[in-house]
Structure formats: C-alpha cells, structure tokens
C-alpha cells in the first residue's frame, strides 16, 4: 500500500520483502533521498537497517512505521515514527518534512 502511494505522488520507489533485502537494494544506489521501513521486519528488523544503512549513508533519512504500540514511544529509533495504520496523506506529509528540501526520490 505505501507504495502505490508514494508512486502515486511521483516518487521513484524500489520495495523489499525483508530488511536483508532492503539492505541489497540500497547497495545498488549511489543516489538515495529516503527510507521508509517497517520496524518489524523477517531476517533484519528496522533498527538493524537503519544500522546499516548508518554504515553506508549516514546522511539519508529513514521513516519508520509500525502497528505495534511497544514502538510508538521508543526513544531509540534513529528517524521518526509513523504508526500503523495511517492515511496516505499522513505518510506523504511525514515523508515531505524528511526530504525537505531534497527531491522527490525514496
């Protein structure tokens, strides 16, 4: 679903199925604006992406969501949180203020 929403608003969007994944197709890029990644992920959770992804690009941005309520108040997480469930204009908004005034590629 976010992902036809993002597409939606014109964002170029490559998706994974787990964090390990993810973690392949963020190597690929030189170029990236964004993450959006669940914090409960098979094989490699948010925190431990966000860890490697710090490794390889400090600087890009990640937006994480969750439906769990243990994650809403975590302290810990490396980049905001957008809880489960949402509506389209709420993830659009929260990506908005990451990119800020980057382009419109996540």
């Given at each position: 679903m976010a992902r036809r929403i993002l597409e939606g608003a014109g964002y170029?969007?490559?998706?994974?199925a787990d964090g390990v994944q993810?973690?392949?197709i963020l190597s690929e890029f030189t170029s990236l604006s964004a993450v959006v990644a669940d914090i409960r992920m098979p094989n490699m959770d948010g925190w431990q992406l966000a860890a490697q992804l710090a490794k390889r690009s400090p600087r890009v941005p990640i937006l994480f969501m969750s439906?769990?309520?243990v994650h809403?108040?975590?302290?810990?997480?490396?980049?905001?949180l957008l809880p489960k469930p949402f509506r389209a204009?709420?993830?659009?908004?929260?990506?908005?203020?990451?990119?800020?005034?980057?382009q419109k590629s996540a």
């Open positions: 170029q969007v490559r998706e994974a993810a973690l392949s439906g769990y309520d809403l108040a975590s302290a810990t997480l490396p980049g905001p204009e709420t993830l659009l908004e929260r990506l908005n203020q990451l990119l800020k005034p980057e």
